[in-house]
Each structure stands twice: as structure tokens, then as C-alpha cells.
């Protein structure tokens, strides 16, 4: 890639320094007959597939999920990501985020699609050497293999890289010696194919390709959870396992570099999911709203559950803005770079989407319980599930808790590199965001300078600027969807998506504010400082949701024109 090329593709959190226009932007409204036409297939077999089966799928009825794994496989749905020299179909990322809102409508077994699809396989892909990529992903792509992921530790979550269990080389020189164990693991039950990660001579951090059927490996009993309770979750453990030399993965001592690049990958996937899934519980929260019926008029009517579909509508708008947004940017980077670069590049960009995926996908589930009043509280009703079900996105692929911090933190990081030069800033100063930028990098620079290494240990400093950068991400996001939808459509063919971006934005601006406020307080600065006013003025979203919630109710679903 020569330097024009690379100048063309947006800096992974450039969006803080710099204003990017509209048509540098992908949006939904760009996808191919060929990315519709797989969703479509996508949307068939869960139809056909799935669908059918939720309620055995949700007793973990013994060997459904792996079958249903090994019918996608047949499906074509394990191999978009896998290249075609691997009997995969190599296509692209936008293709996978698509289908995996789709999957996503079942959330049992979209996880353990996941697992297998993004976290399961994609080491593989981008870590391998020919000789693994050969002898594994054909299997993988067909469903002839299952596969999973075993980082995370009863006494490290988020904390990986404490991880103990532990690989030491055979006398021989042929195998690895594997001890330990690992929990929470997705498809322990169904798993052909292991990538785990272990401390060689316990302080090389290396990733491990352990099959299934190894001697020596076991899983524990199924762990109770509070949702997702159709796939599988259970303790793996390795006494003595014996892994040949050839299947270690990537570098002796560099394991962090996938891990951390992967879940990178998982975190954006987890993002497209909570989009699909938020779309759905619309759809049946609005479904039931026309029908059921208060004081004589469906509720669907009232005022306030208007303002809860608006709501709804609206932060699904700006969440699947995000992810598209952010996608486009990854893709164009793979294409260019299919290497660990175009993973590593939108690292915060995947920390935002995870964060902002996840809690918006709280929200609309909470919401859609509270529209079906009493019967959302019951267990006969869908909306139990989907709320029970929601809340363990906040809690995968890091906490939400630990994203935030990493957000500021490699932001700052960068600019210290001088990767993301603050010096040198290309967005307009006059802007509602570009204030809103200006406050975000204002903050960073002032607690970098009063708390220097020790800023790491200010968790809600980081926390308040972390919510300050998503809520630029977001409403920019939106703003840029927007903008490049009324050159396409106009202003009236635009106007539901208008309502949704000033709805949003209106709200978001007073957070900020609020969140810079708080932060400058604690960071305590020079008496001479003062906190750059963010200029706004309220608007009317009262008539916005209005306008936006009737129009999702004649619709009876979630869509932008």
C-alpha cells in the first residue's frame, strides 16, 4: 500500500482530531446485493433452522447446538471470513457483521456461532501457519470441526495475561506440556479445536491450538448463568496435556498479540449483534404495543410509550451508525493490510462500539419489558429472555468497566507516539463537535499532566473522559450517516433519520458536559484553567420521538429508507 493509499484510510482514533466527511463514511445504506443477498440466506436458515428448535435450544437439549453448528457449516455460514484457499468463501467483514445480527435473533446460539465463527477461528486465519491454516480451517469452515477459545481464568477475567495455567517443553523437544484450567469457556461441550493460552516457563504468554479429544483434557460441569442458557459454558482443564510443537500459535511469548487483536475483532462482532438483537426486541415490543390495549385505545398511542419506541429507535440508529461507521474503516485496512495492523488499528474504535453496542442493547431490552408491563416480568412472554439474555454483553469480550478504561488510555498513548499529533488538528472549530472535542482532548491533556504515570490509578477520571470520546463517536457517527443519507434521499426522504440524529444529540450534548464537569473537578487544575463551555440549545423531542415512534409503529419494525 503506498502513501496515498494509506492517506485515504481514516487513523484509528483520528476521529478525535480530525473531521472526517460523509462519503468517507460506510453506512448501511451502502451494502451490496451481495452482502443483502447473504443476510438473506443468513435470515433463511435461522428460519428454517433455528428458530424452530428455541425451546430445545434453550434446555441445552444434548448435542443440538453442535448440530445446528455442523448445519451452518453446510449453510455456508462458518466459512465468510475463511479464505477461499482454505475452502472458505473470503468474504468480507461488512458480510460478517451483517449475518451476525441476523444470528444474533437467537442469542444462545448466536454465541456459540460466535465463539466458533469469530473468537474460534479467526487465530487461525490471521496467526497460522500454512501448515495449521491447511489442516484446520477446511474443518472449521465446513462445521467438520468446532471451535472455541480458552483465555479466561477463575482468578483472571479481564486480567489475562495473569493467567496461570501453565506449558513447559517435553524433554524431547516434541510437545508442550499443558497444566491448568480455564472457565466460562463457550462450546466446551461440542469444541473439536481449543486456541488456549498458557504462560510458557511461566512467564512466556503463548497461544496453544489443543484438540478436543487430547488426553488429558476434560471440562466441568455446565455453569448455571442467568441468560444465554442454551450454549454451553463450562470449565476446561488440561493435566498433562501433551500439544506438538507445530501448534503453537503465532510466537512463543507473544500470545498477548492475539488475544488482545482478537477479542478486538469480537468486540466489533459483539457490537453488530447487539444491533440485530436491540432490532428485533423493537419489533416485538411495537407488535405488541398496537395490540394490547389500556383505558380503550391500543397502547401504542400513549404518549410515554411513544417516547420509549423513539428512544429505542433512535439509540439503535446511532449504535449500528457506530459499527458500520467503524467497519468500513477496519475493512478498508484489511483489504489493504490482512494482517495484524488493520486488527490492531481500530483498537479503541472496537473498545467504543463494545461499550456503547452493549448498553444500548440494555437499554431497549429493559424498555421492551416495561412496555409489555406485567407479562414482560413473565417467563411466558419473550421479553424475560431477551432482558436476561442482554445483559451478559457488558460482561464479554472485557467489561465494559475495563474498555473504558483503555479507551483514554491508548488514546493518550498514541499521542505521546505521536500517531494521533494533537498539535496538528483538522476539524472545524466551530462546530457543536468539534467543541465537544475540543473538551475531550482539553481533559486528557490536563490529567496527563497532573497525574503523569499515576493517571492509570485515576479509574473515574478515565471513566468520565472515556464517556465524553463514545458520545463524540456516537453523535459524529450518526451526524455523518445522516449527512450522506440526504444527499441520497433529501431532506424528506431523510427526515425520520434527521429526527433520530438531533434527538440524540440534544441529549448526548448535556451528558458530555455534565461528564466534563466531573472530571475537570477531580482532576483539579490550575486555578487559572477553566473548562471550555460546550455552546447548545434544547430542542423540541418531544414531537422528534413522536415523529420518529409513529413512524416504527405503522412499520411494525426497525427501518431507515
Not at 467 to 478: F, G, M, P, R, V
Request: proline fraction near 4%; hydrophobic fraction near 40%.
Amino acid at each position: 500500500m503506498n502513501a496515498t493509499e494509506r492517506a485515504q484510510i481514516a487513523r484509528g482514533g483520528g476521529f478525535l482530531i480530525e473531521d472526517a466527511s460523509p462519503q468517507a463514511i460506510y453506512t448501511p445504506e451502502d451494502f451490496s446485493d451481495a452482502h443483502t443477498e447473504m443476510a438473506q440466506d443468513a435470515t433463511a436458515f435461522m428460519e428454517r433452522e433455528i428458530f424452530p428448535h428455541t425451546e430445545a435450544i434453550e434446555a441445552r437439549q444434548e448435542g443440538l447446538i453442535a448440530q445446528l453448528l455442523k448445519k451452518a457449516g453446510k449453510a455456508g455460514l462458518l466459512a465468510i471470513n475463511i479464505p477461499r484457499a482454505y475452502d472458505g468463501l473470503g468474504r468480507d467483514l461488512i458480510t460478517s457483521l451483517l449475518v451476525t445480527e441476523k444470528i444474533s435473533l437467537q442469542p444462545s446460539f448466536h454465541v456459540a456461532y460466535a465463539v466458533h465463527n469469530s473468537i474460534g477461528t479467526l487465530p487461525l486465519v490471521y496467526f497460522g501457519t500454512e501448515a495449521q491454516k491447511r489442516k484446520y480451517l477446511p474443518r472449521l469452515a465446513s462445521g467438520e470441526m468446532i471451535g472455541a477459545f480458552a483465555l479466561t481464568e477463575r482468578g483472571s477475567g479481564s486480567d489475562a495475561l495473569s493467567a496461570t495455567t501453565h506449558a513447559r517443553l517435553s524433554e524431547d523437544g516434541k510437545y508442550y506440556i499443558l497444566n491448568g484450567e480455564k472457565m466460562w469457556i463457550g462450546n466446551a461441550d461440542c469444541a473439536d479445536l481449543f486456541t488456549v493460552f498458557a504462560q510458557v516457563d511461566g512467564i512466556k504468554f503463548t497461544a496453544f491450538l489443543v484438540e478436543g479429544n487430547s488426553a488429558g483434557l476434560s471440562t466441568g460441569n455446565e455453569l448455571t448463568k442467568m441468560g444465554i442458557r442454551g450454549v454451553s459454558n463450562r470449565p476446561v482443564c488440561f493435566e498433562n496435556v501433551k500439544v506438538p510443537v507445530e501448534n503453537v500459535l503465532g510466537e512463543i511469548g507473544r500470545g498477548h498479540l492475539i488475544a488482545f487483536n482478537i477479542l478486538n475483532v469480537g468486540r466489533l462482532r459483539l457490537s453488530a449483534g447487539c444491533a440485530g438483537t436491540a432490532k428485533s426486541i423493537l419489533k416485538t415490543a411495537v407488535t405488541y404495543a398496537k395490540k394490547r390495549e389500556q383505558f380503550g385505545k391500543p397502547i401504542a398511542e400513549f404518549g410515554l410509550i411513544q417516547h420509549k419506541i423513539g428512544e429505542m429507535a433512535t439509540r439503535i440508529y446511532v449504535g449500528e451508525s457506530m459499527v458500520y461507521r467503524a467497519a468500513g474503516d477496519m475493512s478498508r485496512l484489511l483489504n489493504a493490510e490482512p494482517n495484524i495492523k488493520g486488527l490492531e488499528e481500530y483498537a479503541i474504535e472496537c473498545s467504543i462500539l463494545k461499550v456503547a453496542g452493549s448498553e444500548i442493547l440494555d437499554y431497549v431490552a429493559d424498555e421492551g419489558v416495561q412496555v409489555f408491563g406485567g407479562y414482560g416480568f413473565s417467563e411466558e412472554y419473550p421479553m424475560a429472555r431477551s432482558y436476561r439474555d442482554a445483559r451478559i454483553n457488558r460482561i464479554f469480550e472485557g467489561t465494559n468497566e475495563i474498555n473504558r478504561l483503555f479507551i483514554p488510555t491508548m488514546l493518550m498513548r498514541r499521542m505521546q507516539q505521536g500517531r494521533l499529533p494533537i498539535d496538528a488538528l483538522r476539524f472545524d472549530g466551530d462546530s457543536q463537535i468539534a467543541g465537544c472535542k475540543k473538551t475531550a482532548l482539553y481533559l486528557c491533556q490536563k490529567a496527563a499532566a497532573r497525574f503523569g504515570d499515576g493517571l492509570v490509578d485515576q479509574q473515574e477520571i478515565l471513566g468520565y473522559i472515556s464517556d465524553i470520546i463514545i458520545e463524540i463517536y456516537a453523535i459524529e457517527s450518526a451526524m455523518l450517516r445522516t449527512q450522506k443519507l440526504i444527499e441520497r434521499v433529501g431532506e424528506k426522504g431523510a427526515q425520520v433519520a434527521i429526527d433520530m440524529t438531533q434527538t440524540y444529540t440534544n441529549d448526548a450534548l448535556p451528558r458530555i458536559q455534565f461528564a466534563a464537569q466531573q472530571a475537570f473537578a477531580a482532576i483539579r487544575p490550575d486555578d487559572a484553567d477553566t473548562l471550555p463551555p460546550l455552546q447548545y440549545s434544547p430542542i423540541d423531542t418531544v414531537l422528534l420521538r413522536r415523529r420518529i415512534a409513529r413512524q416504527i409503529i405503522v412499520l411494525e419494525e426497525y427501518k431507515i429508507p
